[in-house]
């Protein structure tokens, strides 16, 4: 796991305890931002501004012209276009025009009546959502930057993109080889971290700094040999090794947090992963199911790859992962803890066949 991650699908931050979680775990958080538009940023994300842990990227010409041509591209390339591209409801959102070329402007306006032809973009929520997931991928490839969400259903549908639109109706398709999955960890950081001011957040960045790179190193290490591997044997292999590591740069993180924080709810962090199928399958009976690696990690598939000669399996690595970190990952019970995590093939299934 890379040290810097790129925020979206949005420019403002909703929630400043997530963006303190997140930033125990990243050195950097990156947003995209229009020249000419001042976020509506609270104090606390001000000051982490100030700090030099978020920082705008500004769209240039290039990037414009890249993410135009490549959608064109893709949008007259992909054999059919999903359901949640072609929703019907009402609820609109604005575009800033610094985000699209002039040359997709038609595509967007003819997946939404309301668009227009000048200043901002008024499109069907769910189009301008499908855009920026599409300018996120490109600008986090560009960059070589691992994208980050806090919104479980732009996560599940970055899987879309991420992969090329690399799928067919039948996302559960067993008779394929390989399919885009899901490493969740649901116990990583405090969920309740807002009791800790931003100074406090510094104070613990720089006593955890190996820590934490100990801790990224660890997911991207085994993410990057699962999507190589086609072995199942080697697969549990490495996924033994991973648990270990885990448990282990976890524990250390966790000590430092524990005086204030020991009995609190802790957030969810998932990672997509392209690999194979039976990859998944040693981990359980079903790879569209939860399978659990160790004590609290566990992967599923979230939709099966339609062609592996087009697949981006063999050529994935760490900078073009797509990570969720999402508060209220679980909640203690009477009987113990209780885990909350998304059935992210079902969102994905909703995506693409609504």
């Given at each position: 796991?890379?040290?810097?991650i790129?925020?979206?699908?949005?420019?403002?931050?909703?929630?400043?305890d997530?963006?303190?979680?997140?930033?125990?775990?990243?050195?950097?958080?990156?947003?995209?931002?229009?020249?000419?538009?001042?976020?509506?940023?609270s104090?606390?994300?001000?000051?982490?501004?100030?700090?030099?842990?978020?920082?705008?990227?500004?769209?240039?010409?290039?990037?414009?012209?890249?993410?135009?041509?490549?959608?064109?591209?893709?949008?007259?390339a992909?054999?059919?276009?999903?359901?949640?591209?072609?929703?019907?409801?009402?609820?609109?959102?604005?575009?800033?025009?610094?985000?699209?070329?002039?040359?997709?402007?038609?595509?967007?306006?003819?997946?939404?009546?309301?668009?227009?032809?000048?200043?901002?973009?008024?499109?069907?929520?769910?189009?301008?959502?499908?855009?920026?997931?599409?300018?996120?991928?490109?600008?986090?490839?560009?960059?070589?930057?691992?994208?980050?969400?806090?919104?479980?259903?732009?996560?599940?549908i970055?899987?879309?993109?991420?992969?090329?639109?690399?799928?067919?109706?039948?996302?559960?398709?067993?008779?394929?080889e390989?399919?885009?999955?899901?490493?969740?960890?649901?116990?990583?950081?405090?969920?309740?971290?807002?009791?800790?001011?931003?100074?406090?957040?510094?104070e613990?960045?720089n006593?955890?700094?190996?820590?934490?790179?100990?801790?990224?190193?660890?997911?991207?290490?085994?993410?990057?040999?699962?999507?190589?591997?086609?072995?199942?044997?080697?697969?549990?292999?490495?996924?033994?090794?991973?648990?270990?590591?885990?448990?282990?740069?976890?524990?250390?993180?966790a000590?430092?947090?524990?005086?204030?924080?020991?009995?609190?709810?802790?957030?969810?962090?998932?990672?997509?992963?392209?690999?194979?199928?039976?990859?998944?399958?040693?981990?359980?009976?079903?790879?569209?199911?939860?399978?659990?690696?160790?004590?609290?990690?566990?992967?599923?598939?979230?939709?099966?790859?339609?062609?592996?000669?087009?697949?981006?399996?063999?050529?994935?690595?760490?900078?073009?992962?797509?990570?969720?970190?999402?508060?209220?990952?679980?909640?203690?019970?009477?009987?113990?803890?209780?885990?909350?995590i998304?059935?992210?093939?079902?969102?994905?299934?909703?995506?693409?066949?609504?």
């Open positions: 796991m890379q040290s810097k790129l925020y979206y699908p949005t420019i403002e931050f909703s929630d400043d997530w963006v303190k979680s997140s930033l125990c775990i990243w050195d950097k958080i990156y947003r995209i931002v229009p020249r000419s538009y001042s976020p509506q940023d104090d606390e994300v001000k000051k982490a501004i100030d700090a030099e842990l978020v920082e705008n990227i500004y769209l240039d010409p290039i990037d414009l012209d890249k993410t135009a041509k490549d959608f064109e591209r893709f949008w007259n992909v054999p059919f276009i999903p359901a949640g591209a072609e929703t019907a409801e009402d609820e609109y959102v604005r575009l800033h025009p610094e985000k699209v070329d002039n040359r997709i402007r038609p595509i967007l306006a003819s997946l939404s009546r309301k668009a227009t032809s000048s200043e901002w973009l008024k499109l069907n929520k769910d189009v301008a959502n499908l855009y920026m997931l599409f300018l996120a991928e490109t600008v986090s490839r560009r960059r070589g930057i691992p994208k980050l969400a806090h919104d479980q259903d732009m996560y599940s970055m899987h879309y993109f991420q992969n090329n639109g690399n799928f067919d109706e039948s996302t559960y398709n067993l008779e394929q390989e399919a885009t999955a899901t490493l969740t960890l649901p116990n990583v950081m405090p969920n309740n971290i807002g009791i800790m001011t931003i100074d406090q957040i510094l613990f960045r006593r955890t700094g190996q820590a934490r790179a100990n801790f990224r190193r660890c997911i991207t290490e085994f993410s990057e040999r699962l999507s190589k591997i086609e072995d199942p044997k080697f697969a549990k292999e490495y996924a033994d090794e991973f648990i270990s590591d885990l448990e282990k740069s976890q524990a250390t993180i000590k430092s947090l524990k005086v204030a924080l020991s009995e609190l709810p802790l957030s969810l962090l998932s990672v997509g992963i392209p690999t194979t199928l039976s990859a998944i399958g040693i981990f359980g009976a079903a790879p569209f199911d939860l399978n659990a690696i160790g004590k609290s990690c566990f992967i599923g598939a979230v939709s099966s790859i339609a062609d592996a000669s087009k697949s981006v399996r063999k050529l994935w690595q760490g900078n073009c992962a797509n990570y969720l970190h999402k508060l209220n990952g679980y909640t203690r019970t009477a009987s113990g803890v209780s885990y909350s998304s059935k992210y093939d079902r969102l994905f299934e909703e995506f693409v066949n609504d």
